[in-house]
């Protein structure tokens, strides 16, 4: 490393160069953290994980990783689980006690769910879509011909991708003159149950949907429990994109969520949720954000792609693009409706003498208030 890739925590006459030991690649991606915006104050968790550092379950043909309660300890009201299965590969019938919320990252994944009133869901799901299922609700993924990559979101911290109720676990811990009797066949037939998970395994990639939809005895309902986003139009403001995912668009969806691309120089506006966390992903580029909370606590964070950020409802902040690139990042709520306090608008809604008595702002920014006042990213 030479002297001009090295990052000193030295703002005018305050801080002191770092001799080390230092672990400079991790300081390169943190500026803020080393070297802190003078706003910054107080103590406020960390609201930073990356899934990289999260440990990585290697299996037949996939892997899985999760960010939960366990690891990022500010994040109790949801959890998130990275997840990739190669062509064919399956995620095992499950259920499990929370609702989960996913987005497809890469590939095609096929996700079949069957529901306590006997409806049939089999999608095959694209970058951009989404799904929904249920707390309680049996389901499977299966990896098409190019494979998957997905992103899962639990509403409860403390979830576990490790500890969800499996197929193959409940035939395996019930007595064999049970099964015998629930199926009405002689016990023998259960001499090859598998005596324990099977997770994640290799099948072939299965056959169209219209010809496996085709051997079954309901035709489908019309996607309850998926949302083919990746058809859906963002809204376009002057510094990016958001396309707004809740249950006025995806009525199953019990999670809302907001996909955000900011341009280079962009950013997503001051703004706080009244009613919800905020539950981040970043998929592209590079980008920080500020944390503000009472008393006069703040901290400024540094975001990259397959990184996870955490905002506790009520909590003001903003995300800016730091980067050259556009910033992808999605935002998942722990409530059905997307819901936003923007600054700006509270601020041009409110009469200018209040305002004006409060900040002691000059007109130029009374008059960019009425041009700012839509929440959007700029
Ligand atoms: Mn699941
Ligand atoms: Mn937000």
């Known amino acids: 490393m030479n002297d001009q890739t090295r990052v000193e925590p030295i703002r005018g006459t305050r801080g002191s160069n770092d001799p080390g030991p230092r672990n400079l690649p991790v300081d390169l991606q943190n500026p803020d953290i080393l070297l802190p915006p003078d706003t910054d104050n107080g103590s406020l968790p960390n609201l930073k994980f990356p899934f990289a550092l999260a440990h990585n379950r290697l299996e037949d043909g996939g892997w899985a990783r999760e960010v939960t309660v366990r690891d990022f300890p500010a994040s109790k009201s949801m959890a998130g689980v990275n997840m990739r299965l190669g062509p064919g590969v399956v995620r095992e019938l499950h259920w499990h006690k929370e609702a989960e919320w996913a987005y497809i990252l890469d590939g095609t994944a096929r996700l079949t769910v069957v529901d306590p009133d006997g409806n049939v869901s089999i999608d095959d799901l694209t970058t951009g879509d989404m799904w929904l299922v249920p707390a309680g609700i049996p389901h499977a993924i299966q990896g098409m011909e190019d494979g998957t990559e997905f992103l899962l979101v639990f509403d409860d911290g403390n979830f576990s991708e490790n500890e969800t109720l499996l197929i193959t676990e409940y035939l395996a811990h019930t007595p064999l003159s049970v099964l015998a009797k629930n199926f009405g066949v002689s016990s023998d037939h ?157 601020m041009a809604l409110t009469p200018p003498d209040l305002i004006r008595g409060h900040l002691g702002l000059d007109e130029t920014v009374m008059k960019a208030l009425r041009r700012t006042s839509q929440p959007v990213v700029r």
């Open 190 to 346: 259960f001499a090859n149950i598998p005596k324990s998970e099977k997770y994640i395994f290799r099948l072939p990639v299965p056959q169209p949907l219209d010809v496996v939809r085709g051997q079954l005895p309901n035709s489908p309902p019309p996607h309850p429990y998926v949302l083919l986003a990746s058809k859906i139009e963002p809204e376009r403001y002057s510094g990016g994109t958001v396309k707004t995912v809740d249950s006025r668009v995806f009525p199953m969806t019990t999670l809302s969520a907001l996909i955000i691309e900011i341009e280079p120089g962009g950013m997503r506006e001051m703004h706080w949720h009244p009613d919800a966390d905020e539950w981040q992903y970043y998929v592209q580029g590079e980008a920080r954000m500020t944390i503000f909370d009472a008393t006069n606590k703040a901290r400024t964070f540094d975001y990259r792609a397959g990184d996870v950020g955490f905002v506790p409802k009520t909590l003001g902040h903003y995300i800016e693009n730091t980067g050259e690139d556009p910033v992808r990042v999605i935002n998942v709520f722990n409530s059905r409706i997307c819901s936003d306090v923007s600054l700006n608008q509270w």
